[in-house]
């Protein structure tokens, strides 16, 4: 199959995406005339702003995050979304996910491709879906799983590394930021990112602060704070402003806030660190991409379907909760880490 025309559809997160990159680079390698499009949420649409292998970028919005709008105008507006995908007659639509799901495979269908490729149990073909792929029989990395889907279109070989870019004005104003903060010399810039979307992925702030003042005893690097946006109370998007704000008062050398607005924000910010500390969640997949060190601290996720592709990473991970881990654990792991000693 030498189609001229391909659009991924990518629902998920912003893990998820970053994931999916490397398949748009391969398709790329392999098919460069093919015109490749991509079928994003407003939420991780930023992930993919500058992507040199993407053509054509079509978003849609979720009503959670459409900041009260109506279901009924958000979905006009999707449909008006879809119709425009369906004018260009695209030759292939690919479902992006690991496992079958049915509105993954619906909305493969509506786009209009004419082949459809989407995960399904056992490779059956469905009525939405005329070119399965089967769902993998264990646990691989989303990466993998990403580079499955486009095997129909003759793309094969070893995945490539995901791929990022940050936004040149937002990259600026972080720079800008650190210079008036007094950073000077950026090569042993830390980022600590906070927030987590899932609860047991969640390392305690207690955690964070006894980290960061033995990074800054022993070695006195600059610390920028970032985390999500928002109250803790948000229902839809429950963000950590409260608990940036008690780190930067508790820590004895104090950090670096920087309250990121918006996904290039936040890209921004991680490609100014030297070494990222996170949690497990979309920023460790975008400074991995980045190509930054990270030193991540897991709960109940799976290391053989999420582990950070592109850079040098240590996981900490004790049990099915983030909070097992402890500060020291973390220290020891941070110095093996800027050592050049990771896994």
Not at 117 to 135: H, L, M, Q, S, Y
Not at 201 to 222: M, Q, V
Not at 252 to 281: F, H, Q, W
Not at 288 to 310: C, H, I, Q, Y
Request: glycine content about 8%; proline content about 8%; some cysteine.
């Amino acid at each position: 199959m030498y189609p001229r025309s391909v659009i991924f559809i990518r629902r998920d997160n912003i893990g998820d995406l970053v994931c999916t990159t490397p398949a748009f680079r391969a398709v790329r390698t392999h098919l460069p005339q093919c015109r490749i499009a991509v079928l994003v949420n407003s939420y991780n649409a930023d992930v993919i702003a500058d992507n040199p292998d993407v053509d054509d970028i079509y978003v849609y919005g979720k009503w959670k995050h459409s900041a009260g709008r109506t279901r009924l105008g958000v979905w006009m507006e999707n449909l008006d979304v879809i119709r425009e995908i369906r004018r260009q007659r695209f030759d292939v639509s690919i479902g992006c996910g690991c496992v079958y799901s049915a509105r993954l495979a619906r909305y493969a269908f509506f786009t209009g491709g004419r082949t459809r490729i989407c995960p399904t149990p056992g490779g059956r073909k469905t009525f939405f879906i005329n070119c399965p792929v089967p769902e993998p029989d264990a646990p691989i990395h989303e990466v993998e799983a990403m580079m499955r889907l486009i095997e129909p279109l003759g793309v094969t070989g070893p995945a490539p590394a995901p791929c990022v870019r940050p936004d040149a004005v937002e990259a600026a104003k972080v720079l800008k930021m650190l210079e008036a903060a007094g950073v000077k010399d950026r090569k042993n810039q830390i980022a600590f990112h906070i927030s987590s979307r899932r609860p047991q992925n969640r390392w305690p702030i207690e955690s964070f602060h006894a980290l960061g003042d033995l990074i800054s005893a022993k070695h006195g690097f600059p610390i920028m704070l970032l985390w999500s946006p928002g109250k803790g109370d948000n229902p839809l998007h429950p963000g950590d402003d409260e608990n940036a704000q008690r780190l930067c008062v508790s820590m004895k050398n104090k950090p670096i806030p920087y309250r990121t607005e918006g996904l290039k924000g936040l890209i921004a910010a991680l490609s100014a660190a030297s070494v990222v500390v996170c949690c497990d969640g979309g920023a460790m997949h975008i400074a991995a991409a980045l190509g930054k060190p990270v030193l991540t601290v897991w709960g109940g996720t799976d290391a053989r379907r999420w582990s950070p592709r592109g850079a040098a990473h240590v996981i900490l991970k004790n049990g099915a909760d983030a909070s097992s881990v402890t500060p020291l654990e973390a220290f020891s792991a941070f110095n093996r880490l800027i050592m050049g000693d990771s896994h």
